[in-house]
């Protein structure tokens, strides 16, 4: 799946307009084109407006993937956001209420979640400060779907 930035990109190229219907029916051609589509992809990850969408018939896009044999996934984490003190280094926000979200998006289907770190590469980073962080803020994250049943 795409953010809505991503896919505004996409869209102003052909000049579709960036609204959420249109990007429904671009993710419903997507995941109705081809029923094939399981044979190259095991698992799509969704960002949450994704996630609720259905196609025309009322089918959530959820159990379309499912019923193709893929497994539907979700984007959990907010961004990244700078580490304070740590020039051009960050960390990844989206824990505090994490376990609830995760909650929700396992009873609508999802089967996994997804969640970037970035670790700025350069001669002096990342620093040992930004790696412990997002090595944390990971394991947080891994422990909380866990115990929600995503992997």
Known sequence: DESTGTIGKRFASIDVENIEENRRLYRQLLFTADKSLADSIGGVI???E???????????FVKILKDLGIAP???VDKGVVPLAGFNGEGTTQGLDGLSERCAEYKKGGATFAKWRCVLKISDNTPSEVAMRENANVL???ASICQQNGLV
């Open 139 to 141: 394991a947080r994250y």
């Open 46 to 48: 969704l960002f949450h």
């Open 73 to 75: 996934g979700i984007k």
């Open 50 to 60: 994704t996630f609720y969408h259905k196609a025309d018939d009322g089918t959530p």
